[in-house]
């Protein structure tokens, strides 16, 4: 069964300093992969996503992740983050069989940037 | 325009009340979900919708059931509420299935006392 693991909970990190925030996926067929952003109290919203090609993927608000098939990984990156970043964050991917489609999320990882 | 609205935002009820969500989209789309989110931020899907059939069931209690009247809708009926019911309830909307993308909703946090 495919199923991602967000490598940890809770990211704290200072304003402007740069970010990763870990995805691993596990999947035998072609995998699409999704990161959204939940900000407080409101629904998610699509970062970025990886269908095929090129594996450095960019998204909204300067955020970017890479595809990396050999460790099955879909990590995602900014170089330097403002306080308006803390939210949180899911790394998801798409499961397509016949009965049809879902996203079957990671656990989140909180990101709480600070001044 | 709001392109995913669910009513009401908040809902606090009793256990063993009957409750509906509702949920709109506005972007033409032909596939609709409900997500779960629970305490601890988890998503997990519930149902979805294409064209009027649902599709997907995952193992979530029969007292939940998803009822659309028309492409643009798809609501939550939950009978028997549960205090573990208590969670945030999604709606989502995507064009088709497969790689395409999710619209969410702002959310429906239901409490059950």
């Known amino acids: 069964a495919q199923s991602v693991t967000q490598l940890d909970s809770q990211v704290p990190v200072f304003e402007e300093a740069p970010v990763e925030l870990r995805c691993n996926y596990s999947?035998?067929?072609?995998?699409?992969l999704f990161w959204y952003v939940q900000y407080p109290n409101q629904g998610l919203q699509l970062l970025l996503k990886?269908?095929?090609?090129?594996?450095l993927v960019k998204g909204i608000n300067g955020f970017e992740a890479e595809f990396n098939k050999s460790q099955t990984s879909f990590h995602l990156r900014k170089p330097s983050v403002h306080i308006s970043d803390t939210a949180e964050y899911f790394c998801a991917v798409s499961v397509t069989n016949q009965a049809g489609t879902a996203l079957i999320f990671g656990k989140g990882t909180t990101l709480s940037v600070s001044s | 325009d709001t392109a995913v609205s669910q009513t009401p935002k908040y809902l606090v009820t009793q256990m063993g009340n009957d409750k509906s969500i509702k949920c709109e989209q506005n972007l033409g789309h032909d596939t609709m979900y409900w997500y779960k989110q629970d305490s601890k931020k988890f998503l997990k899907i519930m149902f979805s919708?294409?064209?009027?059939?649902?599709?997907i069931n995952e193992t979530v209690p029969n007292r939940f059931s998803p009822k659309s009247p028309d492409k643009a809708h798809l609501n939550l009926h939950i009978n028997s509420l549960e205090l573990g019911d208590s969670a945030v309830y999604f709606c989502?909307?995507?064009?088709?299935?497969?790689?395409?993308?999710?619209?969410f909703g702002p959310g429906t946090r239901l409490t059950v006392l």
């Open positions: 990886y269908l095929s090609g090129s594996t």
């Open positions: 999947s035998s067929v072609s995998v699409y």
């Open positions: 919708y294409n064209n009027k059939e649902l599709i």
């Open positions: 989502a909307s995507s064009p088709g299935w497969g790689t395409d993308t999710q619209y």
